[in-house]
């Protein structure tokens, strides 16, 4: 044995020879938070020779009541099933830890069961401490039927968001419908006065048929938007591909949104005269185009330039539309895309639109094999890049 060993016993021994060390040790095991029962084993039984303060039930049972009664009598009574585990310990001869145990009072407990094994070999006592852990388990119970109600919450509004959802889709498919017969029926009267099939027009009536003509078309945009959107959604989208030059289509597209363009706007178009042949949806692209050169307008609303570019590069077809407008904030640019996603600002809260132009002009990119980008910075303009695959040669 060491000599710090000996002399540690030696402290110990004279600690415990004095009446003063033992009453102190004493109370000190009586305020410890933990608790701690003693047990004598006697047969089968074990009996329960001490308990300290914060091993005491809490309910009508004084301690006196339970020191000296056996475990299978003292604590079955309460509910509990210590005598099990007091058997497991005394026959394994090894400690047992255990967790969540439940006392007769309604406290849990967690700690270790151990045997105590004296000279002659044999286990003749075995001691249990454990701590109160009964705030720790209810504070786990409470979190889980928390969790449980959050759950249920979100599920149920995920599914009323779907219902939503549901319903939106419905509407665009009934609305578009409906407006789409009177509309045709609009722009085809349109037509005829203004290629003077009705008769001559009054000079102050046909000033004003290139604009009622630009609106119409406005309005069969937005219907095409609504209707595209609800056949993507049930998937009936389907394109009729055939072999497209994107560079006329570009420039066909600049022309017609021109009567859009408000007093101190204006439309420009650059693109040399070689045709950029892809393989596509003539429509389809067409609308895609119409529709980043409508959002260009729309969103200068204090005037300025719109250009639309049309260039290859790395076997694409690519056509930029580039505004000097409010511009998207940082923030903004993950919603761009999404299907209803509006972005609410100050300088374009009075815009009107359905916030599915460009999420329809992206999955249409895609179902060509091409891409949709975006650039822009608020306060300065905003630039779009479609990306279309060119036709193999
Ligand atoms: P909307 O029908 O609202 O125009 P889009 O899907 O076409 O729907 O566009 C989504 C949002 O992106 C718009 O509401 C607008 O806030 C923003 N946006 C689109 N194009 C531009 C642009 N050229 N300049 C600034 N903001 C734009």
Redesign the pocket.
């Known amino acids: 044995m060491s000599t710090g060993n000996a002399q540690f016993s030696a402290l110990i021994r004279a600690f415990f020879q004095s009446d003063e060390g033992v009453q102190f040790f004493l109370e000190a095991v009586e305020q410890m938070p933990m608790a701690l029962m003693l047990f004598r084993v006697e047969g089968t039984e074990h009996r329960l020779v001490y308990l300290n303060r914060s091993a005491m039930p809490t309910d009508q049972v004084a301690p006196p009541d339970l020191v000296g009664r056996v475990a299978s009598r003292a604590f079955r009574a309460q509910g509990a099933d210590l005598s099990k585990i007091l058997d497991v310990v005394r026959d394994g001869r090894e400690p047992v830890h255990v967790s969540e145990y439940r006392s007769g009072d309604g406290r849990v407990w967690e700690g270790d069961v151990q045997p105590i094994v004296g000279r002659d070999g044999a286990v003749n006592h075995i001691v249990m401490m454990a701590t109160d852990v009964s705030s720790a388990v209810r504070q786990r119970a409470d979190d889980r039927v928390e969790a449980a109600q959050a759950n249920a919450t979100l599920s149920a509004q995920a599914t009323r968001l779907a219902e939503l959802d549901k319903i939106k889709s419905d509407f665009l498919n009934l609305a578009s419908h409906e407006l789409r017969g009177p509309l045709a029926v609009l722009r085809g009267y349109i037509s005829m006065l203004g290629d003077g099939s009705l008769g001559e027009l009054p000079p102050s009536a046909a000033a004003v048929m290139p604009a009622l003509d630009a609106k119409a078309a406005h309005m069969a945009l937005l219907i095409t ?1 609504m209707l595209e959107a609800a056949r993507l959604e049930d998937s009936r989208l389907h394109l009729k591909i055939e072999t497209v030059d994107l560079r006329q289509l570009a420039r066909a597209a600049v022309a017609a949104m021109a009567a859009l363009a408000r007093p101190k706007q204006s439309v420009m178009f650059q693109g040399g005269s070689a045709p950029l042949l892809v393989l596509g949806d003539r429509l389809r692209l067409e609308n895609i185009l119409l ?1 980043l050169l409508d ?2 307008l ?3 609303p204090g005037g300025g330039e719109v250009r639309m570019i049309a260039g290859r590069r790395h076997g694409n077809a690519v056509i930029t ?1 580039r ?1 000097n ?4 904030a940082e923030a ?1 640019m993950p ?3 999404t299907r209803f ?5 100050d300088e ?1 809260s009075h ?1 009107p ?7 329809l ?1 992206r999955e249409l990119a895609r179902m060509h094999g091409g891409e949709i980008t975006a650039t ?1 910075e608020a306060g300065r ?2 630039e ?1 890049v479609l990306r279309v695959p060119l036709k193999q040669t």
């Open positions: 938007q529709n959002n260009a729309k969103y200068s539309v505004d407008g409010i511009g998207i903004d919603k761009l895309f996603g509006r972005l609410v600002t374009n815009i639109g359905t916030g599915l132009g460009l999420y002009c822009s303009g905003s779009f």
